[in-house]
């Protein structure tokens, strides 16, 4: 039975070496911010610099590991029925709502909804990093460097599965950035098998 992340929140969780996380777009062009802490060590988190150096190349998706700052290997990615996903950006907050979109009154948004879910384990908000943006859609202009952040290709039901290869404490939301998901807002589902 899949679990929900209603629109602009964020949940935590346990994950097992050896689960499998499928995170799913029930209604398609919603954005989830994913973040990964070692259970056993959280300073030891998801890196996109490590993953994406290994990686030589910044769209991830079947048979791409994610790596730790220590370079371990956090999960693996088994299924994926998108093939674009974001690693490059942080993920949205207050700040973001204010300097990118003028918001005087700004969500809190993933940033804010990660650090609220990932307290109770102990994980203060100077540690969460870069996410991994299951679903977003970031193109890159090869030439200039700059990007461009479109809705998601993800339609209805479209997943992403993870393997995790480690015991993690994940982080996980459903975007509030308008540009993330096309302006509108929309669940996320979660299931462990």
Same mark, same amino acid.
């Given at each position: ?9 964020? *949940?935590?969780?346990?994950?097992? @070496?050896?689960? @499998? ?20 060590? *959280? ?6 610099? $490590?993953? +994406?150096?290994?990686?030589? @190349? ?7 590991? +994610? ?26 907050? /207050?700040?973001?709502? $204010? ?18 879910? +990932? ?20 193109? *890159? ?11 998601? +290709?993800? /339609? ?29 807002? /929309? ?7």
């Amino acid at each position: 039975m899949p679990h929900r992340v209603e629109p602009r929140t964020g *949940v935590a969780f346990m994950l097992d @070496r050896g689960q @499998r996380l499928t995170v799913s777009d029930p209604e398609g062009g919603q954005v989830a911010d994913l973040i990964a802490f070692n259970r056993d060590d *959280v300073d030891e988190t998801l890196s996109n610099g $490590r993953t +994406l150096d290994y990686a030589s @190349r910044i769209y991830l998706t079947t048979g791409d590991p +994610l790596y730790s700052n220590r370079s371990n290997v956090m999960l693996d990615i088994v299924e994926d029925d998108v093939g674009r996903h974001d690693f490059l950006l942080t993920p949205c907050s /207050k700040d973001t709502f $204010r300097i990118l979109y003028g918001d005087t009154d700004p969500h809190r948004g993933c940033f804010g909804n990660l650090a609220e879910a +990932l307290a109770p384990h102990g994980i203060g908000a100077d540690r969460i990093g870069t996410a991994f943006n299951c679903f977003m859609n970031v193109p *890159v202009n090869g030439e200039t460097g700059t990007f461009e952040v479109l809705p998601p +290709l993800s /339609k209805a039901g479209d997943r992403i599965v993870f393997e995790a290869r480690m015991d993690l404490i994940i982080g996980l939301t459903a975007c509030s950035a308008p540009l993330s998901n096309g302006g509108s807002f /929309k669940p996320i589902a979660w299931a462990i098998a």
